[in-house]
């Protein structure tokens, strides 16, 4: 069985377009939180992974847009696109986000979107913060998002080696691995691609890919829907 491991999202409808037109046969799409907040078409985004079946869990943006928990940790920009997806949603979006679960397990993976340390706010970067991560899963395998940046932890031993891979990069899963897709929606290692992983459980390898998209379009969506220009800007260079 092959899944399409999806994270931060972030209501940009043209780059998940992209990646799911891009996707091989798959039998799940799981998404690792962040599915709005920033981009300019969240009830589209949220609307196709549903029709899709896709599994999501909670983000920061989901549970501050379903509620406003957290909002006060934003930067004003995010802050400002948080509240205007708010006001952009219906009552029963809003509802759906605010009860996604803080973490999920399928097969020998758990997910979250940040760390099982704190699922909604930690940013795992470093080997020492993925193995603390690991550390709280009863699976084998961990797959996590927040960072926007790709990331492949893994290691027969500890301490856990860590790759940032790039398009193609694949590798076999060895005994314990956190995997981070990185971001569909809003990429933040200087490609402004798409970002998204295949996790191939029989065969235990996971891919890297990133798909180009129509950044502009985003862009101009991004413009007429009122958010902060900066939101636009930085796609173009992936940061
Ligand atoms: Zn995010």
Redesign the pocket.
Known sequence: MTVALL??V?GNLVALEAVLAALPPVEQLWVT??TV??GPDPSDVLALLRERGALLVA???DRAVATGAGLELFNHHAADAARLHTSWLSAEERDLLAALPETAERAAFTLC?GSLRDPLWEYVFTPGAAAACLERAATAHGCC????VPAFFGGDGTPLGHVQPGDGASFDLPKRALVNPG?V??PRDGDPRAAYALVELDASRVTFRRVRYDVAETQRRIHARGLPGILADRLAYGL
């Open positions: 994270s931060d972030h939180g962040d907040g920033y983000g920061n943006h979107h998002g927040h960072t926007h971001s929606g809003q």
